[in-house]
């Protein structure tokens, strides 16, 4: 917990953190997917998000194929914090 005001020490925070994964493949078609919320000033988000991607050849991609992709993968960390009074 964070003390926000030293005036006020009966106001604390709580932060609360989260990770964004948005995959966009082309203009008109985008996958978002969001970890769980970790409480706490070093959160930690043992989680797997999973995003269909498929090579042209179904196997592998070729070097050619992830340089010309137009795919794009944004990352986005949020944290907010919620003051509570004790």
């Keep these: 917990m964070v003390v926000r005001d030293k005036k006020d020490l ?16 082309h203009e008109k078609f985008a ?5 769980n919320v970790d409480e706490g000033g070093s959160p930690k988000w043992n ?3 999973v995003f269909p991607l498929e ?3 179904k196997t592998n991609f070729t070097r050619e194929e992830l340089i010309n992709s137009q795919t794009m993968i944004i990352v986005s960390l949020f944290d907010k914090q919620m003051y509570v009074n004790m």
Excluded: G, I, S
Excluded at 10 to 25: G, I
Excluded at 31 to 35: H, L, S
């Design 47 to 49: 989680e797997v998000l």
């Design 55 to 57: 090579a042209d050849n």
């Design 10 to 25: 009966m106001n604390t925070a709580q932060v609360e953190t989260f990770v964004e994964v948005k995959v966009q493949y």
């Design 31 to 35: 996958m978002t997917k969001r970890t």
